[in-house]
């Protein structure tokens, strides 16, 4: 008892200002409450989520998160973080030091001006079409014609560092005396890849796709400086819309009740990698 | 669980928390003092506001032996500006006891009971009459009590680069009478000066509500007999749906983007379409007509970031004609902001006074100069040093006249994401006129809370 006494203090702060707010939210989300334009807010059940679940532009918000988490989380900043840490294992100090610094760059950058630099990248007159025309391939507005493309690589652009590092590390772990072994029992490189070092770091991954996802989730500013949901909500990911339900609809019961929801999915893939991470093979 | 289930759960509920929650200070009251919030700007070299306030704030403190003015700004773009000070008037320990509100937003603040209505101290204040009938209603509530004074005004109408239509041939001063003179216009610049976007027009939701204002209701507000709002029905008290000048008005975007008059329908829908066109498309002679706000030349002012001075010679000015030159056979908008005082404030007696001291002639007159604002006082507006402040005032000033205000009732923020809708879905050509009227018309019932009326 008296041991578990210096944990108090955290413990009412974590209950004052975490689980506070989350209780409150909770409420909200089953009232009217608008941020202006009403005298007096009411309790209305669970008439919100069935607003969701009959609003077109909800539905195309959950198909757009989950095709964007799905591309540059999972597909992108994983699969690639994985790959740049593997090459870099393999290469020379100063390239793996250049190669880290330009990578790490793009990762402590703020959201905001990272959602800018890639902004002037992709626009009808960024470098990316500069470099189509150079090649002389034709050029287009690539964050009119394919937004949500657009929007997942400026996601794996930023945040496969972080990737990057978790798998540099959890590689380093792998004792040099097993791939040896298995190099020496004539297992080619694809084998090596499947057979040992995949195996062995399967808890990195499991932890690195769950962290990443629930980041992906609820990216914000990128998207909303790059394209602000649209062009006709074609990027219109559930932060984005929660946002739009919130504050510029002033609708806060519903934008929660939509986060409540944003919570459910993140809640779902966790358990997903978190069983993943369970499993002994 | 595993040791590690249960962090990952905490940081599951922390990556939750971090989108959920926001969160407002406190302070505290005394009687001698009244505290005013305004906003602050985002850019750090732009102080207008707080010079002009620092200066009032002198002057009050002076008048008033004994009294203290505290100045709150808050610094954030106008969106994050309005939930914020929403959150504050929310409670009697975070109102201020003077705000300044924009009259997009007053309606629906007047309705959440945030306001005070101001009328005991209009009827005893001489200088209300000088303020014009129109900005009067600007702060009106539905009650018809007036909850604000409004500290100047905007206007809209059509800027045209005058080298480009010389080259199309068209002869200036230009001033088109109707919807189709404009059109005509816009045509023979994309025949005869090729490179150049004839007509710019704001449309959809990227462009938010400078999509809807200078865009959309600059158009339906010239439908009909000028008078009657097109919008709002104000005697039944209902928005107002299926009608023949809504889908005019589409129609007049539909035909600007399909005959490729407006900019490239990609660039349109950018969201920093704005700033382009007045910081880069408009001084490189690459707009012919651009449908915009009184307020370009702020950021063409000497130290504004775009300096060009020479903008009053290259471009004239017209305004926006009527659907079919009926009368007035001009039609403007406006917005602006206005002072109010909060419910829940501690000190409204000494918060209007403090509107005096900013609202006199000198005063008021000093402020509109400083930030390139439009009169609402008929005094300032007949100055000759407020007109000759800067080209371009007078004939912002004198559209004044014949503008309309918003309907800014509760609803109409969402009403104005449904009119962006409508209009991105005609510009990209992913609807008909006729299917995006008919949506908006559902999305209204909604947004509207089914106060709608069927008007042809």
Redesign the interface.
Known sequence: MLRALPLAPATIVMALF?AG??AY?VYIAFTDL??????SSSFVGFDNFRTAFHDAAFLNAVKLTLVFTFLSSIVGQNTLGLALAALMKRASKPVRTVTGAVVVTAWVLPEVVAGFLLYAFF??EGTLNAILDWLGLPSQ?W???LPILAVSFANVWRGTAFSMLVYSAALDEIPAEITEAAEVDGANAWQRLWHVTLPMIRRSIG?NL??NT??TL?VFGLIWVM???????HSQTL?LF?Y?QA????MIGYG?AV?LL??VV??LF?VVY?RL??SEP | M?P??PL??A???????????A?GGGSGGDANTVKVSYKQSTDNMSKVPDTYLTAMKKQFEKANPGKKVELVPIKAPD??Y??KL??MLRSPRTAPDLVYEDTF?V???I????LRPLDPYLDKWADWDQFIDTAKTAAKGQDGKTYGVPDGTDTRGLWYDKAVLKKAGIATPWQPKNWNELLDAARTIKKKVPGVIPLNLYT???GGEQSTMQGFEMLLYGTGDGTADPLYDTSSRKWIAGSKAFRDSLSFVETVYKEKLGP????A???NIGTTVRGELLPKGKVGIDLDGSWLPQDWIKGAGHEWPEWSRKLGLAHMPTQNGQAPGKVSMSGGWTWAVPAKAANPDLAFDFIRTMQTKENSRRWYIANSGIAVRKDVAADPAYVKAQPGIKFFTDLVSSTHYRPA???Y??VS?AIQEAM??VT?G?ASVDKAASTYDDQLKTAADGKVVTRP
Do not use: H, W
């Open positions: 975490l707010p989350i939210c608008q941020l202006t334009g009403q005298a626009r009808r507005n964050l009119f014609t932890t769950m962290l629930l980041q609820s394209t602000r949901g649209g062009p006709s909500n932060p929660m739009e504050f510029q609809k002033s929660t986060a944003l919570l993140g809640s966790s978190m991470l369970r | 595993r590690t289930a990952l759960t940081t599951v509920l922390l990556l939750a928390a971090g989108t959920l929650t969160c969106a994050e309005y939930t929403q959150q937003l309606n629906s603040d309705t959440s009971g945030y959809g939701k990227a490239d329908v990609s660039d829908l950018d969201p009732y509760p609803a923020p969402k994401t991105e879905s990209t992913d």
